[in-house]
């Protein structure tokens, strides 16, 4: 019981990211027709966001280090610390929490500036001279990731306060058999509230209206005068924030480095495909799917039936998918057929 | 009338032929036997390779490995304070480079990647004409490597490679590794876990799905289970899987009560993190408080994981904090030139390309064999690891091996990690054929 609770957890959280990353990517595909391979690149500047944000908070000057005797070595204290001690130590702290904040403009303009700059050029090319150029563009980001703040993963801790684990088997009548990283609960949380949101922006506002009636029929919305391109810009810059913040939170999960992105762009394709091509509710529901799964794949009973399952789940999962339905889980008709 | 007439037969012509052939390719056998060995240097100056990780998952230990081979380059041309080659047992360096040529060296990126470290080794020894390839970070890579310099004919002088094989079932006569490897590990950790922990303990490995990863996960099994311990599950995880988390579950209600990471480098900060995360450290199985164990551990690797090492035990080949005469001048020496304390990886990396330097010079020549023959056997100090011995049978070297802990309250941003033991070498010794280590050197190769 305990250890399928945990597994459920760990799967939900995973398939949290996949389904934040995959949404982005329909999103985009949905609107503009594009399929962008640049989108693992907007995850990555996400987290880099809170790494530069960090870095930021603790600049430091350099102090002597007078315990060290063979050489000249220097402590460094955050300017922070200096001015404001220990509320500048709290403010250190939550990096990731003030970079989430910092990062939905950023990542807002990084979307306007690649969809205006370069995206757009490519609405009426073939498929494959989209991928090309965007997995260009997302190789083109890397370097410069690289080139700025080295091939290292950077740690990017959470607060303190949420640090520690939370005891769900309190929950469960079983204390101490359930344990769950706060941060981890916090990400799952926060990917729901991402999906719901995004999902009531499209639901509930006019303009989410028209851009749903232009993923239905762009040419009809546009003869009724609505300009759908520009809102269409819009929702690319939305797909980037969401890309964006996904990166940010899972900062503390795992130390970002350059390639971060690369490594979830590829499973997140995966999704959007077994999910259906173009249906956002597909991506969503095939991110949790193939999160769980995953998850339970590595469960040791699993393995012992199965060696190496774990590896190869998900990729076994869409070939099933995709022989059964292949338009995906929730794919509509005539998208990417002909 | 046709040539033949003219007494030019088949045969004739044939003879011609093969002598034709002979004669043309006759400057190629010239060019070949003109040098004893393969990238003689003919010059005033002797080219090193230094082939170590700058980018993937081992990039931290890549960097410091290619700090301490830089600092090595000084001392052996005379430059600095000289490092450990003033506590070297060995006095046959002058300081004037190496048999009187000026060292220099050319650099490549592993990328932690058999294939790109194999290219860039090979680059360096027909495209640069080095004499000796060095570095490491991963035993994959260091194999790999080790086995084309065998097929090459050149020397390879191991960095950070921990796996049996490379000195076991992979040794090569053309190879030479310094650091300690996961036997060792195994037999210097179990008698302090078996002091800290009891006999009594249920074991789960985390293991690095390749050779280092492997061997170590064995090593580790056998030296606990020689105390009485049971090891529980020895799950296999791929290389660089960034999040354990589905990994870690499993262990929490496995009814282990002690967690045996066998992850290095980046692999080894998101386990242990994420270990931690999940409330490990803290929980208590079967009446006895959890216990995480890394039987490699890295100063590096203690940067990066924070405060997430404390208190928990592992092994290194060396530690800055020693206090030996050799130790103390290599420290002092890469402090004042970089700002901050040498890593493992570095203190073996520098101590290999002083060992390759003395032992050219001690041989007089930079022929692989004739230079293998100068290291085999090699007793030497000095060196930050007390008495050390260049074992023939394998090129493996014995000294002594650092259990450490990380440590409570560090006092400065360096004092990560504390040595618990310094394990003696006999200790750590085995016989070179045991059948985790059963293997050939086979001959040597000076490519020539």
């Known amino acids: 019981m305990d250890a399928f609770v945990l597994q459920m957890l760990n799967g939900l959280d995973k398939g949290g990211a996949y389904a934040l990353i995959a949404l982005g990517l329909t999103l985009i595909f949905g609107t503009l027709g594009v399929v962008n391979f640049a989108h693992g690149a907007l995850f990555m500047l996400g987290a880099f966001c809170a790494v530069t944000i960090q870095k930021l908070l603790t600049l430091s000057k350099k102090v002597k280090d007078e315990s060290i005797t063979f050489f000249d070595a220097y402590k460094e204290i955050p300017y922070l610390e200096t001015w404001f001690g220990d509320t500048g130590l709290v403010i250190i702290d939550y990096a990731v929490p003030i970079s989430l904040l910092a990062a939905i403009p950023i990542m807002l303009i990084i979307g306007l500036i690649m969809e205006r700059g370069l995206i757009r050029f490519f609405y009426n090319r073939s498929h494959a001279e989209q991928i090309l150029v965007t997995f260009g563009l997302a190789i083109v980001l890397q370097e410069l990731v690289k080139a700025i703040y080295g091939a290292n993963p950077i740690p990017t801790p959470a607060p303190e306060v949420v640090a520690g684990s939370a005891d769900l088997g309190i929950l469960f009548g079983v204390p101490g058999t359930i344990v769950y990283p706060y941060w981890r609960l916090i990400y799952l949380f926060f990917s729901l509230a991402v999906i719901g949101g995004v999902f009531a922006f499209l639901q509930f506002t006019t303009f989410g209206m028209v851009v749903r009636a232009g993923m239905q029929d762009r040419e009809t919305v546009g003869l009724l005068g609505i300009h759908v391109e520009r809102r269409f810009t819009i929702v690319f810059g939305i797909a980037a924030v969401v890309a964006g913040l996904a990166g940010v939170m899972y900062t503390p999960i795992l130390p970002p480095d350059y390639h971060i992105g690369m490594e979830f762009l590829v499973l997140s394709f995966v999704v959007v495909v077994v999910g259906g091509m173009g249906s956002l509710p597909g991506a969503v529901l095939a991110g949790f799917l193939l999160g769980i799964l995953q998850s339970f794949a590595s469960m040791n009973e699993v393995k012992s039936i199965i060696p190496g399952i774990d590896q190869i789940i998900i990729y076994l999962i869409a070939v099933i998918v995709l022989q059964v339905r292949p338009r995906g889980l929730l794919g509509r008709k005539g998208v990417m057929e002909g | ?448």
């Open chain 2, 1 to 448: 009338m046709t040539v033949f007439d003219k007494g030019v037969s088949r045969r004739s012509l044939m003879k011609g032929g093969v002598a034709l052939t002979a004669g043309l390719a006759a400057p190629h056998f010239f060019t070949k036997s003109a040098y004893a060995y393969l990238n003689e240097p003919t010059g005033g100056t002797v080219t090193l390779g230094f082939n170590v990780p700058q980018t993937g998952a081992y990039a931290d230990e890549g960097a410091d490995e290619l700090r301490a081979y830089q600092l090595a380059v000084k001392h052996i041309n005379g430059e600095g304070d000289g490092g450990m080659l003033n506590t070297f047992s060995s006095k046959a360096l002058k300081g004037n480079g190496i048999l009187g040529k000026k060292v220099e060296y050319v650099t490549g990126d592993t990328q932690t990647k058999s294939d790109a470290a194999r290219a860039s080794a090979k680059r360096m020894i027909e495209k640069d004409g080095v004499v000796m390839v060095t570095g490491g970070s991963s035993s994959g890579v260091a194999i790999a490597v080790q086995s084309l310099c065998q097929e090459a004919g050149i020397i390879f002088m191991a960095g950070l490679t921990h796996s049996n094989d490379t000195t076991g079932k992979d040794r090569r006569a053309n190879g030479f590794r310094h650091f300690f490897n996961a036997y060792q590990s195994g037999a210097a950790l179990a008698p302090v876990l078996e002091a800290n922990y009891g006999k009594d303990r249920k074991a789960y490995h985390l293991t690095a799905d390749y050779t280092w990863g492997w061997t170590q996960e064995e090593s580790i099994a056998d030296a606990t289970e020689a105390l009485g311990w049971q090891t529980v599950e020895k799950v296999r995880t791929p290389l660089g899987a960034g999040d354990f988390s589905q990994y870690i579950t499993p262990v929490l209600n496995s009814g282990a009560d002690v967690l045996i990471l066998n992850h290095y480098g980046k692999d080894m900060v998101n386990s242990l993190t994420q270990a931690v995360q999940f409330g490990l450290r803290d929980k208590q199985v079967n009446g006895k408080d959890f216990a995480i164990v890394v039987p490699l551990y890295s100063r590096l690797m203690a940067q990066g994981a924070g405060e997430n090492v404390k208190g928990i035990f592992g092994s290194t080949n060396w530690h800055w904090s020693l206090s030996d005469a050799g130790s103390q001048a290599f420290v002092k020496s890469f402090g004042a030139e970089y700002g901050f304390p040498p890593s493992q990886a570095a203190h073996t990396c520098y101590v290999q390309a002083l060992l390759y330097a003395d032992a050219a010079e001690r041989a007089g020549t930079f022929a692989p064999c004739e230079l293998g023959k100068a290291l085999e056997g090699f007793e030497f100090d000095g060196m930050g690891n007390g008495p050390t011995l260049y074992r023939a049978e394998d090129h493996q070297c014995f000294k002594k091996v650092l259990v450490v802990k990380g440590k409570d309250n560090p006092s400065s941003q360096f004092d990560l990690l504390e040595v618990v033991q310094e394990v003696p070498r006999e200790q750590v010794t085995y016989d070179a054929n045991i059948p985790q280590f059963a293997g050939s050197l086979g001959s040597c190769n000076n490519g020539a």
